[in-house]
């Protein structure tokens, strides 16, 4: 096992290095930088060529494609992600915040899509075919057609018009306000749990109705064993690791998946940041952003492998 | 085999139902799930053929004296912020929305499908490079994936329908890679191989065409997604551009900043793009536990 974790972890540094080699190559695929962007915006694009050349010098941006590479990589082997192009400020700093807002919305859509999704597939497969499958059935498939921000936009509406309730503009952490905090989040955690719950709901049915097909669920069923007990100490138990994995898997595309339904709420998350620096031609912090949330999602499937072979004695890697 | 029909009531009912109703009566019947996702995509792919016809406006038409007016006689489902049609833009932007979600899934499915193919064919060293590569790819979140893809190409709809796309290659090519392992081994292969085919020629004739179904099911489960994520990269203004109307560029800007008053403008092409990524994927479903029940579980 633990030899097998350390197999795993060295595995993420290849994929990690493509990522850094992809996005790296992908965003200087593209005219324009940094430096034009930002005399663009300020409306005065017939700057002097010399002036621009200076300030792309002063982000290294003169330098070789190979050393701006490996400059990056020396920086994040230390840790250290260096300067956003745009404002100058530290990457992690600008990051933070923003990490903590998404991080926070992720979980709580987790766990709200969790919470739906469980009892609602077991609910399904036990009644397969009746009109309570049916309806679970388009629940589900409807909450995947659902673009999770036009949901929140009729959340929205609903509550100016029925409770005149306005999203409020800045952000309160959780830390500061957490009664604020949750107010503010609890909406775009639902538009969004309720997509990612349909995810669930479809695994954990068809997970179930094969288990509950399996041959010891029939002996259970013959001696007599109360149908309640089956499900959650025999079928349960099994069906759950597949739902937990696609479950997690998609948990790791949350964090910076948002993008649009942070949007509709005016929360400045990741997703947000990251449609910001695309704009800005910000080489740095999209880096850097695409990194995290490669890493992030590297991180949980690591986990998630690891929980399958302590969990499942059946699935115990070399 | 039936036995034949001894009245007239039988012969008369059974003579002229053809057999492609039958079949289809029959689909009805045994997934009416699947048939009223057909269903919805039927109603979706005449809007868009006949959105010329149907459209009781231009789409592109404003009309300053109607801006922002509520569901009435002359506009049924009330005008946007530039006083144009919102029904008329809803049956056009099912053009924009098939368009894309077409070319996208096509495009995913067909290039995933020859790399999940040759992949598997190959094997060794091949295999394991190529799903290196396409972990790489996995690590990004579609969306994130897309709009990267946008940056690099610019925005418009032959744009958006290749970054689309992209994310769509690994995912199928993993899918139909597994497939297509279990193909491999089959005789047929050896013998096409002990013929002397060159590997093209294996991998497009022989190994391809039986791996149809996956692809299949993988394509259309594509469409929906890819139209939710069209409308998702027009919402954010990285998609489709004004003034082509699609679904998810109606609901940006003023749809939500007006919402409270005129929300015909953000409920009516949301309910669009609800109900045709809903059909297909109802559809695809059917399709999935018709064709291949191997892939229920997936």
Same mark, same amino acid.
């Given at each position: 096992?633990?030899l097998?974790?350390?197999?795993?972890?060295l595995?993420?540094?290849?994929?990690?290095?493509?990522?850094?080699?992809?996005?790296?190559?992908?965003?200087?695929?593209?005219?324009?930088?940094?430096?034009?962007?930002?005399?663009?915006?300020?409306?005065?694009?017939?700057?002097?060529?010399?002036?621009?050349?200076?300030?792309?010098?002063?982000l290294?941006?003169d330098?070789?494609?190979?050393?701006?590479?490996?400059?990056?990589?020396?920086?994040?082997?230390?840790?250290?992600?260096?300067?956003?192009?745009?404002?100058?400020?530290?990457?992690?700093?600008?990051?933070?915040?923003?990490?903590?807002?998404?991080?926070?919305?992720?979980?709580?859509?987790?766990?709200? @899509?969790?919470?739906?999704?469980?009892?609602? #597939?077991i609910?399904?497969?036990?009644?397969?075919?009746?009109?309570?499958?049916?309806?679970?059935?388009?629940f589900?498939?409807a909450?995947?057609?659902?673009p999770?921000?036009?949901?929140?936009?009729?959340?929205?509406?609903?509550?100016?018009?029925?409770f005149?309730?306005?999203?409020?503009?800045?952000?309160?952490?959780?830390?500061?306000?957490?009664?604020?905090?949750?107010?503010?989040?609890?909406?775009?955690?639902?538009?969004?749990?309720?997509?990612?719950?349909?995810?669930?709901?479809?695994?954990?049915?068809?997970?179930?109705?094969?288990?509950?097909?399996?041959?010891?669920?029939?002996?259970?069923r013959?001696?007599?064993?109360?149908?309640k007990?089956?499900?959650?100490?025999?079928?349960?138990?099994?069906?759950?690791?597949?739902?937990?994995?696609?479950?997690?898997?998609e948990?790791?595309?949350?964090? #910076?998946?948002?993008v649009?339904t942070?949007?509709?709420?005016?929360?400045?998350?990741?997703?947000?940041?990251?449609v910001?620096?695309? @704009?800005h031609?910000?080489?740095?912090?999209?880096?850097?952003?695409?990194?995290?949330?490669?890493?992030?999602?590297?991180?949980?499937?690591?986990?998630?492998?690891?929980?399958?072979a302590?969990?499942?004695?059946?699935?115990?890697?070399? | 085999?039936?036995?034949?029909?001894?009245?007239?009531?039988?012969?008369?009912?059974?003579?002229? /139902?053809?057999?492609?109703?039958?079949?289809?009566?029959?689909?009805i019947?045994?997934?009416?799930?699947?048939?009223?996702?057909?269903?919805?995509?039927?109603?979706?792919?005449?809007?868009?053929?006949?959105?010329?016809a149907l459209?009781?406006?231009?789409?592109l038409?404003?009309?300053?004296?109607?801006?922002?007016?509520?569901?009435?006689?002359?506009?049924?489902?009330?005008?946007?912020?530039?006083?144009?049609?919102?029904?008329?833009r809803?049956?056009?932007?099912?053009?924009?929305?098939?368009?894309?979600?077409?070319?996208?899934s096509?495009?995913?499915?067909?290039?995933?499908?020859?790399?999940?193919?040759?992949?598997?064919?190959?094997?060794?060293?091949?295999?394991?490079t190529?799903?290196?590569?396409?972990?790489?790819?996995?690590?990004?979140?579609?969306?994130?994936?897309a709009?990267?893809?946008?940056?690099v190409?610019?925005?418009?709809?032959?744009n958006?329908i290749?970054?689309?796309?992209?994310?769509?290659?690994?995912?199928?090519?993993?899918?139909?890679?597994?497939?297509?392992?279990a193909?491999?081994?089959?005789?047929?292969i050896?013998?096409?191989?002990?013929?002397?085919?060159?590997? /093209?020629?294996?991998?497009?004739?022989?190994?391809?065409?039986?791996?149809?179904?996956?692809?299949?099911?993988m394509?259309?489960?594509?469409?929906?997604?890819a139209?939710?994520?069209?409308?998702?990269?027009?919402f954010?203004?990285?998609?489709?551009?004004?003034?082509?109307?699609?679904?998810?560029?109606?609901?940006?800007?003023?749809?939500?900043?007006?919402?409270e008053?005129?929300?015909?403008?953000?409920?009516?092409?949301?309910?669009?793009?609800?109900?045709?990524?809903?059909?297909?994927?109802?559809?695809?479903?059917?399709l999935?536990?018709?064709?291949?029940?191997?892939?229920?579980?997936?």
């Open positions: 096992m633990g097998y974790i350390v197999k795993r972890l595995a993420m540094i290849p994929t990690l290095f493509g990522v850094a080699v992809l996005i790296f190559v992908l965003l200087r695929v593209v005219p324009g930088d940094v430096v034009e962007a930002r005399y663009l915006t300020q409306g005065s694009q017939f700057q002097s060529q010399e002036l621009m050349n200076q300030e792309r010098a002063k290294g941006l330098q070789p494609i190979w050393k701006q590479f490996t400059t990056w990589m020396t920086g994040i082997l230390h840790l250290d992600f260096g300067l956003s192009m745009w404002t100058g400020s530290p990457i992690t700093e600008e990051i933070k915040l923003r990490f903590a807002l998404s991080l926070q919305l992720a979980i709580m859509a987790s766990l709200f @899509a969790q919470c739906l999704a469980i009892p609602l #597939g609910l399904a497969a036990v009644k397969q075919d009746t009109w309570v499958d049916y309806a679970v059935r388009i589900s498939i909450g995947l057609a659902t999770s921000f036009w949901l929140g936009i009729l959340m929205i509406l609903t509550m100016l018009i029925v005149h309730w306005v999203p409020p503009m800045v952000f309160t952490p959780l830390w500061v306000d957490p009664w604020q905090n949750l107010q503010q989040l609890i909406w775009p955690a639902l538009a969004v749990g309720y997509r990612y719950s349909a995810v669930g709901t479809r695994m954990m049915r068809s997970a179930m109705l094969e288990v509950l097909r399996e041959d010891y669920i029939r002996t259970a013959a001696k007599g064993l109360w149908l007990l089956i499900l959650t100490r025999h079928a349960l138990k099994n069906a759950i690791l597949p739902v937990l994995t696609v479950m997690s898997l948990f790791a595309f949350l964090l #910076g998946g948002l649009v942070e949007q509709v709420f005016n929360l400045n998350g990741l997703g947000m940041l990251f910001q620096t695309i @704009a031609r910000d080489y740095t912090m999209t880096q850097a952003l695409v990194m995290l949330v490669a890493t992030f999602f590297l991180f949980v499937n690591f986990f998630v492998d690891i929980a399958y302590w969990i499942d004695p059946r699935i115990r890697y070399r | 085999m039936a036995a034949a029909p001894q009245t007239v009531e039988e012969l008369t009912r059974a003579a002229p /139902r053809a057999p492609w109703l039958a079949a289809i009566l029959n689909f019947r045994r997934r009416p799930l699947g048939a009223l996702g057909a269903a919805l995509i039927l109603v979706m792919v005449a809007a868009a053929i006949g959105a010329g459209a009781p406006y231009d789409p038409a404003n009309d300053y004296a109607a801006m922002i007016s509520p569901p009435n006689a002359a506009h049924w489902l009330g005008t946007d912020a530039y006083g144009r049609d919102v029904l008329s809803i049956l056009y932007g099912s053009r924009t929305a098939l368009m894309v979600g077409l070319g996208a096509m495009i995913g499915a067909t290039f995933g499908s020859l790399i999940g193919v040759a992949s598997a064919y190959f094997g060794g060293r091949v295999d394991l190529v799903q290196r590569i396409m972990d790489v790819f996995f690590a990004f979140p579609v969306i994130i994936l709009l990267t893809v946008v940056a190409l610019g925005t418009g709809a032959g958006v290749l970054a689309i796309a992209t994310p769509m290659v690994p995912r199928c090519a993993r899918v139909v890679r597994s497939s297509a392992l193909v491999r081994e089959m005789p047929y050896d013998a096409a191989r002990a013929s002397g085919f060159a590997n /093209r020629r294996i991998i497009l004739r022989h190994m391809l065409p039986n791996v149809m179904a996956p692809i299949l099911i394509a259309t489960a594509f469409l929906g997604e139209i939710l994520l069209e409308a998702s990269l027009s954010i203004g990285l998609g489709v551009q004004e003034p082509t109307a699609a679904w998810g560029l109606m609901l940006r800007g003023a749809a939500v900043e007006f919402a008053t005129a929300p015909w403008m953000a409920i009516f092409p949301g309910l669009a793009i609800s109900l045709a990524v809903f059909g297909f994927n109802l559809f695809g479903d059917s999935r536990d018709a064709l291949d029940p191997r892939l229920r579980t997936q």
